[in-house]
């Protein structure tokens, strides 16, 4: 058994910005993994893996074909942009590139900003009329900050419960 820190639905969606009933509801459409025994736990990767599918669904990738584009790759990446949130000097912002022909979405890579456009002029098929760019440093970033916020409301209810306890000194 692991001791690595594990997050309710409501965790979840307070941090990914996505609210248990969309959970739900993916997993029902398979765009996330089932449940097992109907609870559900998330992990720090299940977490990015929610905040990427919304980043995704949010820049135009149809619901049924982002579990083909969210590679190890991008999900490494976004975890490496959590803990670089918190050190940010020691830190390269890291881009998630998929580019779109016609109706059909291709996973591309995920860059380095200083790669960005280097990528997409040497892989990009000139054919392909879109790409997609998500900040998986932001996205990162972001879960952090919600993150911390939740960490400082479970403290501050510890203390509270302290104190209205009598343990408090």
């Known amino acids: 058994m692991t001791n690595e820190r594990t997050f309710t639905a409501g965790e979840a969606g307070l941090i990914t910005g996505v609210n248990a009933v969309t959970q739900r509801d993916w997993r029902r459409r398979a765009i996330l993994p089932e449940a097992e025994d109907g609870w559900v736990r998330h992990t720090l990767p ?3 893996r929610l905040r990427l599918t919304k980043a995704m669904i949010e820049a135009g990738v149809p619901p049924g074909s982002v579990v083909s584009h969210i590679s190890d790759q991008f999900l490494s990446m976004m975890q490496s942009a959590l803990k670089g949130a918190e ?3 020691h ?3 890291q881009f998630a ?4 022909k016609g109706e059909d979405f291709y996973y591309v890579g995920a860059v380095g900003i ?7 002029r040497l ?3 000139p054919s392909f009329h879109s790409c997609i760019i998500i900040n998986l440093s ?3 970033a972001e879960m952090n900050e919600r993150f911390n916020l ?3 409301h479970e403290q501050f209810e510890q203390e509270a419960a302290k104190y209205f306890d009598g343990s408090a000194t």
């Not at 200083?114 to 997409?120: N, Y």
């Open 46 to 48: 299940d977490l990015c």
């Open 87 to 89: 050190h940010p000097e």
């Open 91 to 93: 830190y390269t912002s």
């Open 97 to 100: 590139l998929i580019a779109k």
């Open 114 to 120: 200083d790669d960005v456009a280097e990528k997409m």
């Open 123 to 125: 892989e990009v098929d």
């Open 138 to 140: 932001a996205l990162g």
């Open 150 to 152: 939740i960490r400082r």
